[in-house]
């Protein structure tokens, strides 16, 4: 049975960090006979220069037929200026909520031979194995009303909702009750319980969802704590889950832990369906330059090989070389340190090809 993959790579450093997975990923392909097809199409800002939309029906429809989607990244400096409906960054909205793809897995690993890449220092990374579950598809992100509306006196008034229902927390609850089983058994619920009515029934949900999984150890973080907490002792946590929102901007504090954010995949799924990517953004200040670090998107690939294809070894297999690549001193510019072998985005693909035997 083949599998359809569809491919979007996106804006910015995008298609160049793309390149450089593709490769891993038909290597692997050929390797382990996985008969998996590619099937490329556009989203973000060069979708919306063709077709005037960042997520056009054809991309959309390619996405709902595959298997399983890869992303590189979306957005610009050049179309910060359109409507919030036409942005780039709205084709990734789109796609998550069109795929219903509410549970966000973001890893923050530190690998031994980065620890020292940090900005932290070693002592306190070493050893870091988080892993954040982030709602995808609700709260403020999608919640409403929503909208920037005039007042009478000639201001305005801007607002967000944040929604969530006791379904939509149950089902993110479970998947990372169940995440947590596979790993250390310790599950922190992150909220705003002590102001925020949907942080408070969030909590109340988890707790209710957890007498079905006695043997992970729960506890509950407010999110401001858990920003203090991330940098101060990482080690103390295992799998956090929470909300859209505070799973944005922790995930992109947790991946600082790792050293850079340009070493850090993640996979959105909806059961085994699946969309990954990296968790950097599209970079347009080093685009075009071979200066990205291509191995977010190439965990990302792994990632996709273990959630959707059940193809663990073939997953492994992509880890490995990533680890011996960076064993054998090899960086780009984001991770590099004096003494060390500097390369580009593409001499980083061909290192960690070559590795896979
Ligand atoms: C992320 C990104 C996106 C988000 C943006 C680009 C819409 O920051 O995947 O973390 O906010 O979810
Ligand atoms: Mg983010």
């Known amino acids: 049975m083949t599998k359809k993959i569809a491919v979007f790579a996106g804006d910015g450093i ?84 069109e795929l219903d793809l509410y549970a966000n897995l973001r890893p923050a690993k530190v690998h031994p031979a980065l620890a020292d890449a940090s900005t932290l220092k070693r002592e306190v990374v070493d050893g870091v194995d988080i892993m954040v579950v982030r709602e995808l598809v609700g709260g403020m992100y999608f919640g409403k009303p929503k909208g920037v509306e005039k007042l009478p006196d000639g201001t305005e008034r ?98 600082m832990l790792t050293g850079s954010i340009g070493m850090l995949p993640s996979a959105s799924l909806s059961g085994k369906k699946g969309m990954y990517e990296p968790i950097h953004g599209s970079a347009p200040d080093i685009a075009g330059q071979g200066k990205a670090n291509p191995i977010a998107t190439i965990l990302s690939v792994a990632m996709m090989l273990d959630y959707t294809f059940d193809a ?27 003494g060390m072998k500097k390369v580009s985005t593409k001499e980083m693909g061909d290192v960690i090809l070559k590795a896979i035997a």
């Open 14 to 97: 995008g298609p160049e960090v793309m390149d450089e997975a593709l490769r891993v990923l038909l290597r692997v392909n050929d390797k382990y006979s996985l008969g998996m097809e590619i099937e490329k199409g556009l989203v973000g800002g060069c979708a919306y220069d063709q077709h005037g939309t960042p997520l056009p029906e054809s991309s959309l429809k390619l996405a709902k037929s595959a298997d399983a989607v890869m992303l590189g990244a979306v957005g610009g400096l050049k179309w910060d200026t359109l409507d919030y409906s036409l942005r780039p960054e709205r084709a990734l909205l789109g796609l998550r909520g």
């Open 158 to 255: 801007g607002f967000n909702t944040e929604v969530y229902t006791t379904p939509e927390i149950e089902r993110i609850a479970k998947v990372a009750f169940e995440v947590a089983r596979k790993r250390g058994k310790k599950l922190c619920s992150v909220d705003k319980a002590n102001v925020l009515e949907s942080s408070g029934l969030w909590r109340r949900v988890v707790i209710e969802v957890a007498k079905a999984y006695p043997d992970v150890a729960l506890s509950h973080m407010y999110v401001d704590n858990c920003a203090m907490q991330l940098i101060r002792w990482p080690n103390q946590f295992d799998v956090i889950v929470t909300n859209n929102m505070f799973g944005d901007i922790l995930s992109d504090e947790a991946s």
């Open 312 to 338: 663990s070894s073939a997953a492994k297999e992509i880890e490995n070389a990533v680890t011996k690549a960076l064993d054998g001193g090899y960086r780009t510019a984001d991770i590099y340190s004096d």
